[in-house]
């Protein structure tokens, strides 16, 4: 039985200019998952994270943290929170160590420079403890802004586009991280549009637009609902109809018959066995494809059917 | 709802260390600053002046001395909380168990401190240019103390407020320069003619001065629970605005 850490229910946010970023979110985070919220930019889901992380204030609905309700109770829930936001923003002239020690002191935790230093070995950058914040590159400021993030040991860390314009090897870096973090057994709501690190890492994934969740499900059963295999069988002489020993498969012709195409399956490997099955069946009825090509759908490809339908059902 | 003592601090020494970072911006320029006051206004103005027996070197140092507290504790208070708006670091404080008592002691309280600290290099300063005495220690550190808290108060609100560098300097410049100026640090309000007299009296910084001035010589233009009520008055406005901006959220919590 999965144990909710983070409750939200009817959210919404209305800015001043009349902008309705969120629009009556539901949302249940559990305790030790690793939660990927996608949507494309305007979303709302810096709003989102700011709602629960106080910089906005919500104008409606109800979040609970560990239970408990955040608008009464924040003084004591914020402290096992921890928030790495979008921007990096810190005092530029500060050096690193002690713009780590500030923010678990924030938090109201005793200094312990035994857990910093580990925070920042973890982080690579202990050897950069007494640099200028200024002085580094834009990945290791990155770091510096995880670092304070974890200074206080928070159960609930959000991260806001970790690895937005940092580069392949620091954004894999960067997924080790949240590895060993979710070791810890920290739980972890990301944003991303990188579609391909929630799948890396994500158990489950939500989808927002508009400023509504369009979708929440796990990340295998999304892939399954929605997955789709496609292969392209290609001839060098051109089939004039479909044989009627593959009329029960999802298949058509293209490019004047010198393409069959299939499109089917759920992701949990039905598209490639029945691909396989058609192949054979060519073979016996001594119809010689020249090529094949198949592909299996990706969350991108979810994603993109889902953002282009006009009213998807939450 | 428990204090968060440690946030607090956190915060306090944080600010007290950004504030003496660059030794010549903190210490070093008004403690010229007020030095050269001294001896150049000292010097030229100082014969010039009858002040009933008193010298006058020894009667601006309390009016130079405010003049100091006024502009370092604004302008202390206002860039500490207007840079991590700027920077965007304000996140960390909001997304923090930090509430208003902590935001204050640590912000509020560190530029005070540092007001109080240039406070006594200024005097220590003063002592070797000219020959003063303070005839209410205890008083004059209590009206320090309280001088310093209010306008550090006064510059948190304008740090909240100010949404531009332009906007940071503009209270400071524009409304405490001349004020102080005009507030009788250089003069008694005694010796300005009549009507000039009645519109000094509005100005609200010559009831600060003179509080100081008579912690000091033991005499001044009122008597010193004017100005220690006045000043009170204004530290009570000054956090019932802040309250109010905590309630509210206004320019801190979209
Ligand atoms: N401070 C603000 N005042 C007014 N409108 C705002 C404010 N912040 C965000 N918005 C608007 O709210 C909507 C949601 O913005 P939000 O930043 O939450 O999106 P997002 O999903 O994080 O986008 P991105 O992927 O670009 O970071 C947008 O239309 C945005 O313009
Ligand atoms: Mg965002």
């Given at each position: ?48 994270i700011g709602s629960v992380c106080g910089m906005v204030r919500p104008?409606?609905?109800v979040i609970e943290v560990f239970?408990k309700n955040l608008a009464t109770q924040w003084k004591t829930l914020r402290r096992d929170i921890g928030l790495?936001p ?16 500030y923010s678990r002191g924030m938090f109201g935790c005793a ?37 304070k993030a974890?200074a206080h040991?928070p159960?609930l860390?959000f ?156 | 709802m428990t204090f968060n003592a440690r946030g607090a601090f956190a915060i306090f020494k944080n600010e007290l ?60 208070a206002s860039?500490g909380i207007y840079m991590p708006k700027?920077?965007g670091a304000i996140y960390e404080l909001l997304s923090a168990p930090v509430g208003v008592a902590e935001t204050l002691i640590g912000f509020v309280g560190a530029a005070a401190v ?35 808290a209010?306008?550090s108060l006064l510059g948190f609100i304008i740090g909240l407020w ?73 530290l009570l406005i000054c956090i019932a605005i802040i309250g109010w901006i905590f309630k509210t959220g206004w320019r801190l919590r979209e």
């Amino acid at each position: 039985m999965p144990e909710p850490i983070l409750d939200i229910r009817g959210l919404e946010k209305t800015y001043k200019g009349g902008v309705k970023a969120l629009d009556g979110v539901d949302l249940t985070i559990n305790r030790g998952e690793i939660f990927a919220l996608l949507g494309p930019n305007g979303a709302g889901k810096t709003t989102l994270i700011g709602s629960v992380c106080g910089m906005v204030r919500p104008t409606g609905g109800v979040i609970e943290v560990f239970g408990k309700n955040l608008a009464t109770q924040w003084k004591t829930l914020r402290r096992d929170i921890g928030l790495v936001p979008q921007e990096l923003s810190f005092d530029m002239f500060d050096k690193v160590i002690r713009q780590v020690r500030y923010s678990r002191g924030m938090f109201g935790c005793a200094p312990d420079d035994a857990r910093i230093e580990e925070v920042l070995r973890s982080l690579s950058l202990w050897d950069k403890r007494n640099s200028q914040i200024r002085a580094l590159s834009g990945g290791m400021k990155r770091r510096v802004m995880i670092a304070k993030a974890l200074a206080h040991d928070p159960q609930l860390l959000f991260l806001d586009e970790p690895t937005a314009g940092v580069d392949v090897e620091l954004r894999r870096d960067m997924w080790r991280q949240i590895d060993m973090l979710r070791e810890r057994g920290v739980t972890i709501i990301l944003t991303t549009h990188y579609i391909e690190e929630a799948e890396e890492m994500a158990d489950r994934v939500g989808v927002i637009n508009n400023g509504r969740i369009l979708l929440v499900d796990n990340k295998d059963a999304i892939m399954a609902k929605l997955g789709r295999t496609e292969a392209h069988f290609t001839f060098d002489a051109p089939l004039a109809d479909i044989p009627a020993s593959l009329s029960a498969f999802p298949v058509h012709l293209e490019e004047g018959g010198t393409c069959l195409i299939y499109r089917g399956g759920d992701g949990t490997g039905k598209g490639k066995r029945e691909v396989a099955e058609i192949a054979q069946i060519l073979a016996r009825e001594g119809i010689v494809f020249a090529g094949l090509d198949t592909r299996e759908s990706t969350l991108e490809d979810i994603f993109v059917d889902l953002l282009n339908e006009p009213e998807v059902s939450a | 709802m428990t204090f968060n003592a440690r946030g607090a601090f956190a915060i306090f020494k944080n600010e007290l260390m950004r504030m003496f970072r660059t030794i010549f911006g903190s210490i070093l320029s008004p403690v010229i600053t007020t030095s050269l006051y001294l001896v150049v206004f000292g010097a030229a103005m100082g014969e010039r002046m009858d002040l009933g027996g008193v010298d006058y070197g020894a009667f601006i140092v309390p009016g130079l001395l405010m003049l100091t507290l006024l502009s370092e504790s604004t302008s202390n208070a206002s860039f500490g909380i207007y840079m991590p708006k700027f920077t965007g670091a304000i996140y960390e404080l909001l997304s923090a168990p930090v509430g208003v008592a902590e935001t204050l002691i640590g912000f509020v309280g560190a530029a005070a401190v540092k007001s109080l600290i240039l406070a006594a290099i200024i005097l220590g300063t003063a002592s070797l240019i000219v020959d003063y005495s303070i005839a209410y220690p205890l008083l004059a550190l209590g009206y320090i103390v309280l001088v310093a808290a209010s306008f550090s108060l006064l510059g948190f609100i304008i740090g909240l407020w100010a949404d531009g560098f332009e906007k940071l300097q503009i209270i400071p410049l524009l409304v405490l320069m001349p004020l102080t100026f005009l507030g009788g640090t250089f003069y008694p309000i005694s010796a300005l003619d009549g009507v000039w007299q009645t519109v000094a009296m509005i100005n609200p910084v010559v009831y600060l001065v003179s509080g100081l001035r008579w912690t000091f010589l033991g005499q001044s233009d009122f008597p010193i629970w004017v100005s220690f009520g006045a000043t009170v008055a204004f530290l009570l406005i000054c956090i019932a605005i802040i309250g109010w901006i905590f309630k509210t959220g206004w320019r801190l919590r979209e």
